[in-house]
């Protein structure tokens, strides 16, 4: 018996059983995985806990109540703090936004995923890209300087034709910065990103039901209207959504184009609006302790909104995607 | 040599629009530029606004009587959303042309070396545009995406691999909520952090702050990027790892994780394209300044979007000047990592 026995290395043994090292590895991308959950979570305890006595004190007249006053100990007056006003205008002009944007930006989708010619579709999807990226303070600075005057002589033609109409009614003849014109600049605001979810559902669209519509002799909107809208309705509802959430929440743009009133009118183009996310670093300034622990309970109303808005837009938009 | 001499056949394309089925189109597209300028030169309508609501108003028009009297009610109805879809794409170009424009036209005088040498610290407000300058900003900004990135981007690649790699319980909750948080709005940020780091910590305003409340906004474009690029690595690498013996942490470390490297440095250049120029938190937290600032953890500092946001605020002639210098640097900076993104995600294979 003198077979050499062969310099074998030990028998691995097969298990499933994790290794130490997949077990470190394992839970510091958990923990990594997790820690976004765990600061939205923060986020939201940190505004209602520095927000609390607020939400004492005011209850639902937080949310209501017109009047932001500080308290002064000579007249003996208590502080009065709510974002009623500030809250209908941040609606009002995300409304107007969307009313104005998504229109365009679908518009524009369309014309990207079955209108445009390739050397014109490429480098118009880089521009949208590029027009995403451009920071908020630009086009504050840009509504402010160059759309305002144009806008302000809108609002005049929309108001000599269409004055008749309560929304364009105009008590005094003050048309800069208004909800109009910040609904302008919002809509320019959030057309990238409505374009391009459309734009992305519109591509999930099946072809065999493109080719077929046109195979039935359909004119591009007759199929458009027939297959393209259908399957595409909640990427749409669900970009504009997005793009809500987003005109909901924008700060310095809006401040610089909206002239701030804590009073609800319905004149959408009249100097006066409102914006929660304007509000909190117009007073953020020179607030005292309670009005500071009152701008934290109007962030955490925004936050709250915003992620509302935010989580029924990506439900609607997942669902579409993964139907088509 | 082959000298075949095989009849030259020119192929077909019926699907090539011929010169008489374009002649519709043009002689509509004549119409309405002739009536338009007729239109504008007779009536009282003037100026571009009247101008373009002219021109919409004829191409229309026109448009659907072509078609409609060529063809049918389809084709008018066609006609009509054609030109609503060219508009809108037009609507689209405009204020990013004229953003661009202005930028450039309003910025570019006082774009000089100085503005890039010098801080505010000597210059009053109202001084001209020559003196002065915002190397302070510039300093600033690299500071607190600097530091935001060192924060963001391992959370964000974590977040990632859990999603795709560790396919951990969680990973549908973790996505949705990350794909929530892109759209918490900035200020709320810059409140958590003013919260956390003044009220509740009692420190003072510092780039640090600032940077920390740029993070949680650059987490969510980090991560859902990075997931899309992961997702693209064919699992057969997976599984090639896998099949060799390696352990998951080796097979992420040493295969998906190089292979996925330039799309990985895409997630994180787009990131910081999105935070750089980001203006409402840094309201709260990183309090402002005229001089440099190199200590980016103790006393006040400042960055691009705030010098700009501040120059507006002033308001005099001199400041809006350097307001728009200001936004064109910014936007210089963004374009530069816009490109360089698109530079690293052209790189990657196999798209």
């Known amino acids: 018996m003198s077979t050499v026995t062969p310099n074998l290395p030990p028998k691995r043994e097969i298990t499933t059983v994790p290794r130490f090292s997949d077990k470190v590895f394992r839970a510091i991308v958990t923990a990594g995985g997790l820690s976004s959950l765990v600061v939205l979570a923060l986020i939201a305890f940190f505004l209602v806990y520095n927000g609390l006595d607020i939400f004492r004190s005011e209850g639902l007249k937080f949310l209501t109540g017109f009047d932001w006053i500080d308290a002064s100990p000579e007249e003996g007056l208590p502080a009065q703090y709510g974002i009623g006003a500030m809250l209908y205008g941040t609606l009002v002009i995300g409304f107007l936004a969307v009313l104005i944007g998504v229109p365009i930006a679908v518009g524009a989708a369309l014309f990207l995923s079955y209108y445009a010619p390739e050397w014109i579709k490429k480098p118009m999807v880089v521009v949208v890209d590029v027009m995403a990226a451009i920071p908020s303070v630009v086009f504050g600075l840009w509504g402010f300087f160059i759309l305002m005057p144009h806008a302000e002589y809108w609002a005049k033609l929309i108001h000599k034709y269409l004055g008749f109409i309560p929304f364009f009614d105009m008590p005094a003849p003050a048309y800069t910065r208004s909800p109009f014109i910040a609904g302008l600049v919002l809509a320019i605001m959030i057309i990238p990103i409505v374009t391009s979810i459309s734009r992305e559902i519109f591509a999930q669209t099946p072809l065999d039901r493109i080719q077929a519509a046109y195979a039935l002799g359909a004119t591009k909107w007759s199929m458009i209207k027939a297959v393209v809208f259908p399957y595409g309705a909640g990427g749409i509802v669900g970009g504009a959504m997005l793009g809500l959430g987003r005109a909901l929440g924008e700060t310095v743009a809006v401040y610089t184009v909206l002239n701030l009133v804590y009073d609800i009118r319905i004149e959408v183009l009249l100097s006066a609006g409102g914006s929660v996310a304007s509000m909190i670093v117009n007073k953020f300034g020179e607030a005292d302790a309670p009005e500071l622990r009152a701008l934290m309970a109007a962030g955490f109303v925004l936050f709250m909104v915003t992620l509302l808005v935010n989580f029924i837009a990506n439900i609607i938009i997942n669902r579409t995607a993964r139907k088509g | ?351």
């Not at chain 2, 924060?151 to 319980?169: C, D, F, N, Q, W």
């Not at chain 2, 935070?275 to 103790?298: C, H, K, M, R």
């Open chain 2, 1 to 351: 040599m082959s000298t075949s001499i095989a009849p030259q056949v020119l192929p077909e394309k019926p699907w090539r629009p011929t010169f008489k089925r374009v002649l519709p189109d043009l002689f509509g597209a004549l119409l309405t530029a002739v009536s338009t300028v007729l239109i504008v030169a007779v009536t009282p309508l003037k100026g571009k606004l009247g101008f373009s609501l002219t021109l919409i108003a004829m191409a229309l028009v026109f448009s659907v009587l072509i078609s409609g009297v060529r063809k049918d009610k389809k084709a008018a109805f066609n006609s009509v959303s054609t030109v609503f879809v060219y508009i809108a794409a037009t609507f689209v170009l405009i204020p990013l042309f004229s953003i661009l424009y202005e930028i450039y036209s309003r910025g570019v005088g006082a774009l000089t070396w100085g503005i890039f040498t010098k801080d505010m610290s000597l210059s009053s407000a109202d001084a001209p545009v020559s003196e002065g300058g915002l190397l302070h900003a510039i300093i600033g900004t690299l500071y607190l995406v600097a530091i935001a990135t060192i924060i963001s981007a391992p959370i964000g690649l974590l977040t990632a691999l859990y999603i795709v790699e560790v396919k951990g319980r969680a990973a549908g909750l973790v996505r949705f909520f990350v794909q929530a948080m892109s759209g918490v709005p900035s200020i709320v940020a810059g409140l958590f952090i003013y919260a956390v780091w003044m009220i509740g910590l009692g420190n003072s305003y510092n780039a640090g702050a600032g940077a920390a409340a740029l993070a949680i906004l650059m987490i969510p474009t980090v991560a859902r990027t990075s997931e899309e690029v992961l997702r693209l690595i064919p699992p057969d690498l997976r599984e090639a790892g896998l099949a060799l013996g390696a352990t998951q942490w080796r097979t992420v470390a040493m295969i998906i994780l190089p292979a996925a490297r330039s799309g990985l440095i895409t997630a994180i250049i787009l990131g910081i394209a999105r935070v750089a120029g980001e203006t409402a938190p840094l309201l709260l937290t990183i309090g402002g300044a005229d001089a440099i600032n190199l200590n980016p953890f103790s006393g006040n500092s400042s960055a691009l979007p705030y010098y700009v946001w501040k120059n507006l605020s002033l308001g005099n002639p001199e400041s809006i000047e350097r307001a728009w210098a200001g936004v064109m640097v910014l936007m210089l900076l963004v374009f530069i990592f816009f490109t360089l993104a698109r530079y690293f995600s052209g790189k990657r294979t196999g798209r």
